[in-house]
């Protein structure tokens, strides 16, 4: 079964500390793998992207990683802003035109 | 701001009414997808649309009832609800590469 599991559920760390969120999926085939960030009552917004052959992207102070083997992926925050409260979403598409593995998400607060 | 615009952001309906949700993009995609979001569960795919005509149908109930009439809009009718349809909709575009542009969402109350 094609399932997407994102770790841990939710998150509170203090403005600028880092932190790294996880996600492990079993889906095949195996198309690319998404990070998107949304805020509480909004729609998601996309982070990055990354195929098969990409292990690692970064967004401004957002970086994420692939591990296409062990079928891993990582997003990591660097010195967190209170702007960065919210839920983070791992996506992952199969190879089709459609259809979208979406994970429960992270829900990540900053503290001042 | 996405490009992609959703009314009304609230709305909170009894179950015997008839109401519709409305979506516009302004990004020149060709699809158009309906998802529904519950409180700490994955978003679900509800219906998907590729040039204006329906590609995907995830087992949804009759009482939702989505009508593309060009690339642009999408609506979502809805009609005898359950309380259980209480959750943020939303609708998104895709052009290439299926990336996704998600609107700010409907919140619905069905009491």
């Known amino acids: 079964k094609n399932q997407v599991e994102q770790s841990p559920q939710s998150l509170i760390i203090l403005e600028g500390k880092n932190c790294t969120l996880q996600?492990?999926?079993?889906?095949?085939?195996?198309?690319?793998l998404r990070w998107y960030k949304q805020d509480t009552g909004r729609g998601p917004v996309s982070l990055t992207i990354?195929?098969?052959s990409e292990n690692t992207k970064s967004n401004g102070r957002y970086t994420a990683t692939l591990d296409a083997d062990t079928k891993q992926s990582s997003l990591h925050i660097t010195a967190s802003q209170l702007s960065d409260s919210a839920s983070y979403i791992c996506?992952?598409?199969?190879?089709?035109?459609?259809?979208?593995?979406w994970g429960a998400g992270t829900k990540l607060i900053i503290k001042p | 701001e996405t490009g992609v615009t959703q009314t009304p952001r609230h709305l909170v309906m009894g179950m015997t009414n008839k109401k519709s949700l409305k979506c516009e993009q302004h990004?020149?995609?060709?699809?158009m997808y309906w998802y529904k979001q519950s409180a700490k569960k994955p978003l679900e795919l509800m219906f998907v649309?590729?040039?204006?005509?329906?590609?995907e149908n995830n087992s949804v109930p009759s009482r939702f009832s989505p009508e593309c009439p060009n690339s642009s809009h999408l609506f979502l009718h809805l009609h005898t609800l359950q309380p259980e349809d209480s959750a943020l909709y939303l609708c998104?575009?895709?052009?290439?590469?299926?990336?996704?542009?998600f609107g700010p969402g409907t919140r619905l109350t069905v009491l």
């Open positions: 998104a575009s895709s052009g290439p590469y299926n990336e996704q542009f």
């Open positions: 990004l020149g995609h060709n699809a």
């Open positions: 649309y590729s040039l204006e005509e329906r590609v």
């Open positions: 996600c492990n999926y079993t889906v095949s085939p195996f198309s690319n």
């Open positions: 990354m195929t098969f």
């Open positions: 996506v992952v598409s199969p190879d089709s035109n459609y259809q979208l593995i």
